[in-house]
């Protein structure tokens, strides 16, 4: 099975496997302000996240590397979407084009479409550092995103089974490239401890890709015969990891993601601690639906969820909604009493 084919089964199941309908951010509950003092027409919902200025805090994530003419069509639409939006734009895996220029323009097209956007670039936790500046270079990119995925290498027939070296790669990938490092999971979260180390080797950004959305363990044992269904369950619930990521109170950016469906759960990604919320599985399944217009029309009306919960909530901006009282209620409470942090 070439790499192309790899990652159209992959669309094709993420939209088949879809979303689960609980979410560990329904464990979330805003506390009601009925004197926000606050107006829609005054919410500022720029960040900065890594260092870079965003003019707003979604980001569509990641999802289409593998090349060839579908994955260029599918950037070319989620960098169109992107530009009507404001909204930053992470490709997919660039590694089959670093490693042949005929698919370069599969991944051009992004910047060509979104040309004052913020785009990520995007490689796995094998790269080396020249690599990481070529894929920088091809997209003219604003960040390097490096996706962290054992559990989907181990439920591959074909996957990696030796997860060695990654840290040292990591951090030599940082010394080596002029923009931001964001490390990203996709989709089984991160722990307060990950959190840490990265944060020492100079990573600027996390984006704890938790549990609770796109399940990459689901999606592969589509694809094999005897099924490890146990890793389906595997993983850091979103609300926890954030909360866990939070809860160092580090230098280093939070970005929230793993089944953000709408702007109500961005809104509360970001009460947890986070600065942007970054979304895979729900824009695909709009873009899927109805091509570009739908999935901006998606993206337009998250941003219109966040603002009003900002009105309520009383913050006018995304460093105030960060501040704003939340509730932790269920499973992720007992989560996090269990991990010892408030
Ligand atoms: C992904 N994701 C992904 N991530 C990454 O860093 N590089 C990649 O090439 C891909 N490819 C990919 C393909 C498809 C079809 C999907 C749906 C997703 C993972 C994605 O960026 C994200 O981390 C997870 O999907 C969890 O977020 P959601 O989907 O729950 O919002």
Request: glycine share 10%; hydrophobic share 40%; net charge negative.
């Given at each position: 099975?070439?790499?192309?084919?790899?990652?159209?089964?992959?669309?094709?199941?993420?939209?088949?496997?879809?979303?689960p309908?609980?979410?560990?951010?329904?464990?979330?509950?805003?506390?009601?302000?009925?004197?926000?003092?606050t107006?829609?027409?005054?919410?500022?919902v720029?960040?900065?996240?890594?260092?870079?200025?965003?003019?707003?805090?979604?980001?569509?994530?990641?999802?289409?590397?593998?090349g060839?003419t579908?994955?260029?069509h599918?950037?070319?639409?989620?960098?169109?979407?992107?530009?009507?939006?404001?909204?930053?734009m992470?490709?997919?895996?660039?590694m089959?084009?670093?490693k042949?220029?005929?698919?370069?323009?599969?991944?051009?097209?992004?910047?060509?479409?979104?040309?004052?956007?913020?785009?990520?670039?995007?490689?796995?936790?094998?790269?080396?550092?020249?690599?990481?500046?070529?894929?920088?270079?091809?997209?003219?990119?604003?960040?390097?995103?490096i996706?962290?995925?054992?559990?989907?290498?181990?439920v591959?027939?074909?996957?990696?089974?030796?997860?060695?070296?990654?840290?040292?790669?990591?951090?030599?990938?940082?010394?080596?490239?002029?923009?931001?490092?964001?490390?990203?999971?996709?989709?089984?979260?991160?722990?307060?401890e990950?959190?840490?180390?990265?944060?020492?080797?100079?990573?600027?950004v996390?984006?704890i890709?938790?549990?609770?959305g796109?399940?990459f363990?689901?999606?592969?044992?589509?694809?094999?015969?005897?099924h490890?269904?146990?890793?389906?369950?595997?993983?850091?619930?979103?609300?926890?990891?954030?909360?866990?990521?939070?809860?160092?109170?580090?230098t280093?950016?939070?970005?929230a993601?793993?089944?953000?469906?709408?702007?109500?759960?961005?809104a509360?990604a970001?009460?947890?601690?986070?600065?942007?919320?970054?979304?895979a599985?729900?824009?695909?399944?709009?873009?899927?639906?109805?091509?570009?217009?739908?999935a901006?029309?998606?993206?337009?009306?998250?941003?219109?969820?966040?603002?009003?919960?900002?009105?309520?909530?009383?913050?006018?901006?995304?460093?105030?909604?960060?501040?704003?009282?939340?509730?932790?209620?269920g499973?992720?409470?007992?989560?996090?009493?269990?991990?010892?942090?408030?």
């Amino acid at each position: 099975m070439t790499r192309s084919e790899r990652k159209r089964d992959h669309i094709q199941y993420a939209l088949s496997t879809g979303m689960p309908s609980w979410n560990s951010l329904d464990d979330i509950r805003f506390v009601h302000n009925s004197l926000p003092e606050t107006s829609v027409s005054e919410i500022d919902v720029s960040v900065i996240n890594g260092g870079l200025a965003l003019s707003s805090p979604f980001i569509i994530n990641a999802m289409t590397g593998g090349g060839g003419t579908e994955t260029e069509h599918i950037n070319r639409s989620l960098a169109r979407a992107a530009a009507e939006t404001g909204a930053a734009m992470a490709v997919g895996s660039q590694m089959g084009a670093v490693k042949d220029e005929r698919e370069w323009y599969t991944f051009e097209t992004v910047r060509a479409n979104h040309p004052n956007g913020r785009v990520f670039a995007n490689l796995g936790s094998e790269l080396t550092p020249d690599q990481a500046v070529k894929a920088v270079e091809m997209l003219k990119a604003d960040a390097l995103q490096i996706h962290l995925n054992v559990i989907q290498e181990l439920v591959m027939p074909e996957g990696d089974r030796d997860f060695r070296g990654a840290i040292d790669r990591i951090k030599k990938t940082v010394q080596a490239v002029d923009v931001p490092v964001i490390v990203k999971e996709t989709g089984f979260g991160m722990s307060a401890e990950n959190v840490k180390a990265l944060e020492r080797i100079g990573v600027s950004v996390v984006d704890i890709g938790g549990h609770g959305g796109t399940n990459f363990s689901r999606i592969e044992n589509q694809r094999r015969e005897r099924h490890l269904s146990f890793f389906d369950e595997w993983g850091i619930p979103t609300a926890a990891s954030i909360a866990e990521a939070a809860s160092l109170k580090s230098t280093l950016s939070l970005t929230a993601s793993g089944g953000i469906r709408n702007g109500v759960e961005a809104a509360k990604a970001i009460a947890l601690g986070a600065d942007a919320a970054a979304l895979a599985g729900s824009v695909l399944a709009a873009l899927k639906n109805g091509g570009r217009e739908e999935a901006a029309s998606f993206l337009h009306q998250c941003m219109d969820e966040l603002k009003m919960v900002m009105t309520a909530s009383g913050a006018s901006t995304i460093s105030e909604l960060k501040t704003v009282p939340v509730v932790i209620e269920g499973k992720t409470k007992e989560w996090l009493n269990e991990r010892g942090i408030d």
